[in-house]
C-alpha cells in the first residue's frame, strides 16, 4: 500500500480521501432520507466509509516522534472496522460492543500519552480504575432501578461510560495541549458521542414502552442521525493522526 502511494504526494491523497469519503457520506444519507427500503445498500456505502479511514491512516507519515501515536489510531480504527462489521452487516451487537470498547480503550491511552507521557502507566491503571468504578455505580442503579441486566446492557454500559470520559478527556487534552492534533480529536470524539446517543434513542423502544408522535419523529431522526455524526467523527479521529502539532 505504501509502495502504491510513493508517487502520490500526501496533499493529494488527503484530497482523494475526502473527496471519496464525501460522495459516500451523501451517498448513504441520499438514501437513508429518500430511499429507506435499500438499507442494505446504504449499509455497505457506510462499511466502506470507515474501511477508508482506516485504509487511509496506513499512508500517515511515520515520523519517529509521532510513530507510537499513529499505530495506536491505526489500531483503534482496526477494531472500529471490526466493530462495525459485528454490528452494521453481521448483526452481532455483543461482539460488537466488546470491540468498541477497545476502541475506546486505546483512545484512552492515546490521550493519556499526550498528556502524562512520563507517567503513562499510572495514569492509565487511573482512568481504567475511574472507568471501571463508574459502570459499577450505574449497573447498580440499574439494579435498584429493577432493570434486569442483559449481557447487552452490561455492555452497553461499560461502553458508554468509556466514550463518555473519554469525550470529557478529548476536551480537557485541547485545553491543556492547545495544538490541532487534539482539537481535531476532540471535535471527532463529540461526533462520536452524538452518534451513540442516537443510537441509545433508535434502542430505547426495545427496552422502553414509549408511545407518542414526538417519539415515532425522534426515532426517525435518530436512524438518520446517528450515522449523520458517525461517518465525520471517524474521519476526524483519521486526521488527527496526520495534523501538525501547532496551535494553527
Known amino acids: 500500500m505504501n509502495i502504491l502511494s510513493k508517487g502520490i504526494k500526501p496533499s493529494i491523497q488527503l484530497k482523494i480521501f475526502l473527496l471519496i469519503e464525501l460522495v459516500l457520506y451523501f451517498g448513504f444519507m441520499f438514501l437513508d432520507l429518500f ?3 435499500e438499507y442494505i445498500l446504504s449499509s455497505r456505502i457506510k462499511f466502506a ?6 485504509l487511509y491512516a496506513l499512508f ?16 483503534a480504527l482496526l477494531f472500529t472496522v471490526i466493530s462495525d462489521l459485528f454490528i452494521l452487516i453481521l448483526d452481532y451487537y455483543s461482539l460488537g460492543l466488546i470491540t468498541f470498547s ?6 484512552l491511552v492515546r490521550m493519556v500519552l499526550w498528556t502524562k507521557p512520563e507517567n503513562w502507566k499510572i495514569g492509565i491503571l487511573k482512568k481504567v480504575v475511574r472507568n471501571v468504578s463508574l459502570v459499577l ?8 432501578t429493577q432493570v434486569k441486566l442483559e449481557t447487552l446492557i452490561v455492555l452497553s454500559s461499560f461502553y458508554f461510560v468509556s466514550i463518555f470520559l473519554n469525550v470529557i478527556d478529548s476536551i480537557k487534552s485541547t485545553i491543556v495541549l492547545k495544538d490541532t492534533r ?3 480529536f476532540a471535535c471527532g470524539m463529540i461526533l462520536f458521542l452524538l452518534c451513540d446517543i442516537n443510537v441509545g434513542l433508535f434502542n430505547l423502544g426495545d427496552f422502553i414502552l414509549i408511545d407518542g408522535a414526538w417519539f415515532r419523529k425522534l426515532y426517525s431522526f435518530s436512524s438518520i442521525a446517528m450515522w449523520m ?5 471517524q474521519v476526524l479521529i483519521t486526521l488527527s493522526g496526520k495534523v501538525k502539532l501547532d496551535k494553527d
Open 229 to 233: 455524526f458517525y461517518l465525520p467523527s
Open 182 to 184: 487534539s482539537m481535531v
Open 102 to 107: 477497545i476502541v475506546q480503550l486505546l483512545y
Open 35 to 37: 430511499r429507506s427500503h
Open 137 to 144: 455505580i450505574v449497573l447498580i442503579v440499574l439494579v435498584f
Open 60 to 75: 500517515l507519515d511515520k515520523n519517529i516522534n509521532l510513530k507510537l501515536d499513529v499505530n495506536i489510531l491505526r489500531l
Open 49 to 54: 466509509g470507515v474501511v477508508l479511514c482506516f
